[in-house]
């Protein structure tokens, strides 16, 4: 049986009619009222940052309830247990209660910095975190130095020069595929053991960050520098770059003053990776050098199973890679006035 048709003149009454057509109406004028509110790309990066450091925060909870065996045993390590360590465990971590519940307690502890007790070292593990952070913070920020002047400098002096970039081409290449630690080996065995310049170990003032800077920022620098000497090239050739020629402008001038801001924009964006390649190296070469810092920490609960350090170590550095990340995709967008501009449009 075919259904029954509906005449034209109906159909077209039925569309048109007030009490039909207000809901499409209205959200037409919904979607227009979206589209219309302003949006700003800083709002959205933070937005986005403070997204990311929440799914590190429940990841966190997350690996503490689905890691093989009991919890309160993995949070006790290789300790001697006894029944009143594992109810005080389970009092302080709320684990009798369900399970939304301790998700809840726990990111609110996190928010307020409470990262509860070191089963090794019993001490509280943000105070011992904190204590540390700030030399391997110190460690890093010395290798982004070395980063960046090796990067920027290679890059300047070669690009755009056919035997000088195959020349720096090789160079990077090997740094790049050259391990920090193993590159801190050679370091060490020549400049502290052979040539007896440097300190082999441990805090010992400037003299002492040296080494490990270097062998921790020649490594990230060549990736930088091979991008940074791509966009000088590329810049070079430039209509502006000629225009600037004919004013007289010296070569060097014309790379430290012109090209390099054009060629700096993709090499920006390597910053947030850039920094977090750095603060992980900085682990490996805190180890092979004796410093103190998170390296020796994070060792340390790693072999003897301190969750709740691991775990505050992990927030950290996530905490760490977002600011840093939030900072340069903001700092990107006061470079590149067009980027900015295509974001608000969008």
């Not at 775990?311 to 980027?339: E, G, H, K, M, N």
């Amino acid at each position: 049986m075919n259904p029954p048709r509906i005449l034209p003149e109906l159909a077209a009454e039925r569309t048109s009619h007030p009490a039909l057509a207000a809901p499409k109406h209205g959200l037409r004028r919904v979607a227009r009222g979206l589209r219309a509110l302003p949006r700003s790309p800083g709002l959205t990066r933070i937005a986005t940052g403070l997204l990311v450091l929440w799914a590190a925060v429940s990841l966190s909870f997350a690996a503490i309830q689905l890691a093989p065996g009991d919890i309160v045993s993995l949070l006790i390590g290789e300790q001697v247990s006894t029944p009143a360590i594992e109810a005080a465990i389970r009092q302080e971590w709320g684990l009798d209660e369900p399970l939304y519940l301790q998700y809840l307690h726990y990111l609110w502890r996190v928010l307020h910095g409470n990262f509860g007790r070191s089963y090794i070292l019993n001490t509280d593990v943000a105070a011992l975190v904190s204590s540390q952070l700030w030399p391997t913070l110190k460690l890093t920020g010395c290798a982004l130095v070395v980063t960046i002047v090796f990067a920027v400098g290679l890059a300047v002096l070669t690009a755009g020069r056919r035997w000088g970039g195959r020349l720096a081409s090789g160079i990077e290449l090997v740094l790049a595929s050259t391990p920090s630690f193993w590159l801190g080996i050679v370091l060490l065995f020549i400049f502290s053991f052979t040539l007896r310049l440097f300190p082999v170990a441990g805090d010992r003032g400037f003299a002492s960050l040296v080494l490990p800077a270097v062998s921790l920022g020649l490594a990230q620098g060549a990736v930088v520098g091979q991008v940074l000497r791509h966009g000088l090239t590329r810049a070079l050739d430039e209509p502006f770059a000629l225009t600037v020629r004919s004013w007289g402008v010296s070569g060097s001038a014309l790379r430290f003053r012109h090209a390099l801001r054009h060629a700096a924009l993709p090499a920006v964006t390597l910053a947030g990776w850039l920094f977090g390649g750095l603060l992980s190296g900085a682990v490996i070469t805190e180890q092979v050098f004796g410093r103190p810092g998170l390296g020796k920490i994070t060792v340390d609960a790693v072999l003897a199973k301190d969750m709740p350090v691991i775990l505050a170590i992990a927030i950290f550095s996530a905490l760490i890679y977002v600011v840093l990340s939030t900072v340069v995709d903001l700092l990107y967008l006061l470079i590149d006035p067009r980027l900015r501009e295509r974001r608000t449009r969008h």
